[in-house]
Structures are given as structure tokens and as C-alpha cells.
């Protein structure tokens, strides 16, 4: 029977002293992935940093929630390179990840056509650039995040009425885009695909004033029948990515721009939560998936 490695970290594995708020996100994403395979492979959950004899006793390992990763970008990576040394299956692969742990890949997918966000690319963040991103968008709220990065920490919002304060710093490379306002009025809608199809998609929405989606900030998400048009906007932006076959799995997130087009803020496809619970469909079409690249 085939292996499956659910590469986790600490903080989200089952037991864990150490556990987040949002763990639930794995148990539920596991969850969806062993009733999907229905006993076809057994699947295991353990750290991304456990004894490399141990994991390359895989046939397949899926990203899981590693979800520390982004505060050892190069041990992980290390990780994967040698995992597919040892010819254990990476989903997705050390070159997709590589190209999707640093935020400036949104750059390149706009040089190829796709509609983003406008951004600066400070190498470090201090008030100075904020103030320079107030004036060089034309407006008077922007949002900096790190360039590495994920579940909105470490992010800041800042207005021209409530500036960063003089000591405020991101000591590592940022990106500073203008607030679109559009993510609080309508929401962040996400588009769940498996080998480049469709599976499911959603409407993520902020409470109690906050801008911030993700479920450690009180968001809730609301399954989605996308329009034809928001569809083939999150299909279009499939179709950038700069890889001969499509990922196993990808997560684009989009956000309404004041022109009415959707723009991509991420192409999520290193360890996002999937939301397997508005994608009833999810967990039998990723585990077909897996089990092809098995085969």
C-alpha cells in the first residue's frame, strides 16, 4: 500500500503542547484526504523536520501544514531538495515552491499578463517607504507584508491619519500595496484547483471592522458558484503559472479592484488550507490525483 507523508510542524500537529487556534484547519484538510482515498494508501501526519530516514520511507509527500516554514525558508527547502533526491514524490515539487516562497512571483505573473495588485518591493520597510507608498499610489491607506510570509503575519496596515510609528520596521524584504477596499465591502474570493481544474471555490470575509480574512481573525468563509467571469479570471491566472504541468494542488486568491476586475493577491501553492468543507467534491479528486502520480 502506498505512503503518503502529511507534512506538518509543531504547531499544528495533533497533541501538540504547542498547538495553534487554527489547527483545526489540518485536521479537517487530513480529514478530507483519508476519507477520500477511502484505504487505498496510507497517510501518516509528522513534522517536516523529523529524521530524514524517516521520511523518505514516503512515497509521497504533501505539504502539508508546515506551516513555520516561512522563518526557515532555506531549511525547508533543503528539506525538499532532499526528499527528491531520495526519490520521494514532493507536492508540490522543490521548483514550485522555490518559486512560490517569495512573494515577488507575483511580479513576474504580472509581467506575463496577469491582473495584481500595484506594489512596491522595499528590500527592508521603514515609515519612510510607507510615506513614499502614500503618495506614489495616490492614497491614503496602504498594507505591507512580508515578502516571506503567510497567514497575515507580521502584515501592518497603515493610514495617513495613523502612520507607522518612527521606530516601526520590517527588517527583511517587504512589499507595500495600496488597501483596496473591496476586501472589506465584498470580500476575498478563492478559486481551489487540483491538477489545473476547478474543484471548488469560496467567499472569505472580515469581522468586527478588520480587514484580515484568515480564521485566526474571525473570518468565515461561504461556499461560492463562481460567475463565468470570475471563473476565467482565476483559470487565467492558472494558466500564467510558469510550469509545464499544473501543480496537484493551487489556491488562488483574488480580490475586486475599483475597475471591477478581480486581481490576484496570492497564487497560493506551497501549504495553503484548501477548505475542504466547501468543497464536498475536494477530498475524493485530490486523492485521484495523488494516487495517479503514484501509479
Known sequence: MPKIAFLA???????SPTRRPDAFEHDLQIGALRDGLGGLAEVTEIDWRAPLEELTGFDLAWLGTPWDYTEAKDEFLAR??????????????LAVVRWNADKLYLKELA????????????????????FAAFDHFGTDRVVVKRRVGAGAIGQDSFTRAAPPPADWRIDQPAMIQPFIPAIQREGELS???????????????????????QSLYGGTETPLDPAPANRAAAEAV??????????????????RLDDGQLAVIEAELIEPYLYPEQGPGFGPMLAEAMLRRLA
Open 80 to 93: 525538499l531538495g532532499e526528499l527528491e533526491a531520495a526519490r520521494v514524490i514532493v507536492c508540490n515539487p
Open 111 to 130: 509581467q506575463r499578463g496577469a491582473v495584481t495588485i500595484p506594489t512596491l518591493w522595499p528590500e527592508r520597510a521603514g515609515p519612510a517607504d510607507v
Open 238 to 255: 492558472m494558466a500564467l503559472l510558469p510550469f509545464a504541468q499544473p501543480p496537484l494542488y493551487a489556491r488562488i486568491d483574488m480580490v
Open 191 to 213: 478559486f481551489i484547483f487540483v491538477d489545473g481544474a476547478l474543484s471548488h471555490a469560496l467567499l472569505k470575509q472580515a469581522t468586527g471592522g478588520d480587514y484580515r480574512i
Open 9 to 15: 510542524c509543531p504547531a499544528t500537529l495533533p497533541g
